[in-house]
């Protein structure tokens, strides 16, 4: 059964660094394309990234362009999420999402198969 687990969520100054992971079991990572959502206080979920089955084709929505990195460590069946100049707008719930019918040297944003969602980790940028 494929499992997502989100961890490194926290509190933040505006300006600063986190590194998200999503570490997945039950698969491997050239089996999916992964994405990166978040979902503000009474906001509905978005999609920030999205990472291919290759590892090698990267997407992001140009909120975050320039300043988030996803990326994964196939040894350790890990995608992460590197965000950095962080604004107080990027709080939210973050999750991770798993589509096995994304390409393999490419990726969806906004596919509406990304499941097995994770339970989410909380960014929370203030000052």
């Known amino acids: 059964q494929l499992q997502l687990v989100e961890s490194g969520g926290g509190l933040v100054q505006p300006g600063g660094s986190l590194r998200l992971s999503c570490a997945v079991s039950?698969?491997?990572?050239?089996?999916?394309?992964i994405g990166w959502f978040r979902q503000a206080p009474g906001k509905e979920r978005e999609v920030v990234s999205c990472?291919?089955?290759?590892?090698?084709?990267?997407r992001y929505v140009d909120s975050v362009a320039g300043r988030f990195l996803i990326s994964r460590d196939s040894s350790k069946n890990t995608v992460y999420l590197e965000m950095t100049s962080l604004k107080p707008e990027d709080t939210g719930v973050y999750f991770c999402?798993?589509?096995?019918?994304?390409?393999?040297?490419?990726?969806?944003?906004?596919?509406?198969?990304?499941?097995?969602w994770g339970q989410g980790t909380q960014v929370t940028v203030s000052s």
């Open positions: 990472l291919s089955k290759s590892g090698e084709y990267k």
């Open positions: 999402a798993a589509d096995p019918t994304q390409f393999w040297g490419l990726c969806v944003l906004y596919s509406e198969e990304f499941g097995s």
């Open positions: 039950g698969a491997t990572l050239d089996q999916y394309g």
